[in-house]
């Protein structure tokens, strides 16, 4: 009887045990090591992917996500847990993409810093309290949200042309009546510094920009240095005037004094030629001696010429023109030596004129030349094609022309008028006056 009962109790307690077994056994869902693995890779792509999240919260929303039993428990059949993990993918991949865009690189944070530094000087310049406040929090506000480059660079840009706008509008405001009467005493002060100008054209320039700045929009501090750079612009053109004034009076001071000179030199000579006569005999024999002594050196040198060859004469036409220009049978020295322009020979006035035995002046004043010898005056004027003779007008095709300091004349008009006889050798290029 007692092994009835102990049979039947074993049986009774391995009834539930063998269908437990079996009802687990339904329950659990067989998949493959593969589908196993490819799941455990899928868990450690979104754990490196949860990482990267800006967001501390989206990080946490997601580990416990990823920590569900639905996820890790082996009831649930594999594309279900798949189609799981996939959903949680995207939408992680899609927070990442976002916060990848809304990331500045650092050369672009640069550029914002430095549009929003420039941005706070133009806010400084306003004078409205108000609208300081509000720029300037509307600054604060783009630079702390969280939003691309392009975006802000965006946002920034319309608020600096809001900015330029305001400063603009604030331009225009009318000075007050303090400022007004400094602009005005200024001006005055300035226009009666250019009216002592004596330069007609300058005079109308500088009351012309002084107009334009007293008209313009500006605000007074613009205004008033603009005013400022113009006052010393006139005081400039002031100090150089003076000084020309200065320069020319004491041109005419130095001429003055140069011909009272002259004057006296003339007077001394001619008292000279009353008391010893015979001086001035001895000396005119002397350089009449030397006048024929050059000139008989002269014709037997064109002779000598006549001889050489072909070779030899054309070095002597390579020779510069002072080297072949004689006066009287010889050369002289120059300071500005002649020159071929335009198939003239210009010379200068007072070497030639004096070399040929005549007296000549000069007037700084007038630029003026004066020629005398025997009974011809002669006046040229530079750059002037008119010429006195005389007092009679002459029209030269070349004007007297100022180079270097020195008054050049074209020498044949100088010789003819004095009735000097001029030589051209086509072979070696001598010029031969008064010959």
Same mark, same amino acid.
């Given at each position: 009887?007692?092994?009835?009962?102990?049979?039947?109790?074993?049986?009774?307690?391995?009834?539930?045990?063998?269908?437990?077994?079996?009802?687990?056994?339904?329950?659990?869902?067989?998949?493959?090591? !593969?589908?196993?693995? &490819?799941?455990?890779?899928?868990?450690?792509?979104?754990?490196?992917?949860?990482?990267?999240?800006?967001?501390?919260?989206?990080?946490?929303?997601?580990?416990?996500?990823?920590?569900?039993?639905?996820?890790?428990?082996?009831?649930?059949?594999?594309?279900?847990?798949?189609?799981?993990?996939?959903?949680?993918?995207?939408?992680?991949?899609?927070?990442?993409?976002?916060?990848?865009?809304?990331?500045?690189?650092?050369?672009?944070?640069?550029?914002?810093?430095?549009?929003?530094?420039?941005?706070?000087?133009?806010?400084?310049?306003?004078?409205? %309290?108000?609208?300081?406040?509000?720029?300037?929090?509307? &600054?604060?506000?783009?630079?702390?949200?969280?939003?691309?480059?392009?975006?802000?660079?965006?946002?920034?840009?319309?608020?600096?042309?809001?900015?330029?706008?305001?400063?603009?509008?604030?331009? !225009?405001? #009318?000075? @007050? *009546?303090?400022?007004?009467?400094?602009?005005?005493? /200024?001006?005055?002060?300035?226009?009666?510094?250019?009216?002592?100008?004596?330069?007609?054209?300058?005079?109308?320039?500088?009351?012309?920009?002084?107009?334009?700045?007293?008209?313009?929009?500006?605000?007074?501090?613009?205004?008033?240095?603009?005013?400022?750079?113009?006052?010393? +612009?006139?005081?400039?053109?002031?100090?150089?005037?003076?000084? &020309?004034?200065?320069?020319?009076?004491? %041109?005419?001071?130095?001429?003055?004094?140069?011909?009272?000179?002259?004057?006296?030199?003339?007077?001394?000579?001619?008292?000279?030629?009353?008391?010893?006569?015979?001086?001035?005999?001895?000396?005119?024999?002397?350089?009449?001696?030397?006048?024929?002594?050059?000139?008989?050196?002269?014709?037997? %040198?064109?002779?000598?010429?006549?001889? &050489?060859?072909?070779?030899?004469?054309?070095?002597? !036409?390579?020779?510069?023109?002072?080297?072949?220009?004689?006066?009287?049978?010889?050369?002289?020295?120059?300071? #500005?030596?002649?020159?071929?322009?335009?198939?003239? +020979?210009?010379?200068? #006035?007072?070497?030639?004129?004096?070399?040929?035995?005549? *007296?000549?002046?000069?007037?700084?004043? *007038?630029? !003026?030349?004066?020629?005398?010898?025997?009974?011809?005056?002669?006046?040229?004027?530079?750059?002037?094609?008119?010429?006195?003779?005389?007092?009679?007008?002459?029209?030269?095709?070349?004007?007297?022309?100022?180079? @270097?300091?020195? #008054?050049?004349?074209?020498?044949? /008009?100088?010789?003819?008028?004095?009735?000097?006889?001029?030589?051209?050798?086509?072979?070696?290029?001598?010029?031969?006056?008064?010959?």
């Amino acid at each position: 009887m007692k092994k009835l009962v102990i049979v039947v109790l074993c049986i009774a307690l391995l009834v539930p045990a063998q269908v437990f077994a079996v009802v687990s056994t339904a329950d659990q869902v067989i998949i493959s090591e !593969k589908e196993r693995q &490819l799941l455990k890779d899928f868990y450690v792509k979104l754990e490196n992917m949860i990482v990267k999240l800006q967001s501390e919260t989206d990080k946490l929303k997601y580990k416990k996500q990823l920590e569900e039993n639905i996820l890790r428990n082996e009831t649930v059949p594999y594309i279900n847990r798949f189609e799981r993990l996939n959903t949680m993918y995207y939408e992680i991949d899609a927070n990442l993409q976002k916060s990848q865009a809304a990331t500045i690189n650092a050369s672009e944070q640069q550029r914002l810093r430095e549009f929003s530094t420039k941005i706070e000087g133009r806010i400084s310049t306003l004078k409205n %309290e108000r609208e300081i406040l509000s720029y300037k929090n509307q &600054l604060t506000e783009i630079m702390n949200a969280n939003l691309t480059f392009t975006d802000r660079n965006a946002k920034l840009l319309s608020l600096y042309h809001a900015v330029e706008g305001a400063i603009n509008q604030s331009y !225009k405001q #009318v000075t @007050n *009546d303090s400022e007004q009467q400094r602009l005005r005493e /200024f001006y005055t002060k300035i226009e009666g510094r250019i009216a002592t100008l004596k330069n007609d054209r300058e005079v109308l320039s500088f009351k012309t920009q002084l107009t334009e700045i007293m008209n313009a929009n500006l605000s007074f501090n613009d205004k008033n240095a603009k005013l400022l750079s113009l006052y010393h +612009t006139v005081e400039g053109a002031i100090s150089q005037n003076y000084d &020309l004034e200065m320069r020319k009076e004491l %041109e005419k001071r130095q001429e003055l004094e140069k011909q009272k000179q002259l004057d006296k030199q003339k007077e001394n000579e001619k008292a000279r030629e009353i008391i010893d006569p015979t001086n001035k005999l001895q000396e005119e024999l002397r350089l009449a001696q030397e006048k024929i002594r050059a000139m008989t050196n002269r014709i037997a %040198e064109l002779e000598r010429i006549t001889l &050489l060859k072909d070779d030899e004469i054309r070095k002597l !036409k390579e020779r510069d023109v002072k080297d072949r220009l004689f006066i009287e049978g010889k050369t002289l020295q120059y300071d #500005v030596p002649p020159m071929i322009q335009n198939g003239r +020979t210009l010379v200068p #006035v007072r070497a030639i004129s004096e070399g040929l035995g005549a *007296d000549v002046g000069w007037s700084a004043i *007038d630029r !003026k030349v004066t020629v005398l010898k025997d009974d011809k005056t002669i006046e040229l004027t530079a750059n002037s094609t008119t010429v006195l003779v005389n007092g009679q007008k002459q029209v030269i095709d070349v004007p007297a022309t100022i180079i @270097n300091g020195r #008054v050049m004349v074209p020498l044949r /008009f100088v010789s003819e008028i004095l009735g000097i006889n001029v030589m051209y050798n086509d072979k070696t290029g001598d010029i031969d006056v008064g010959l």
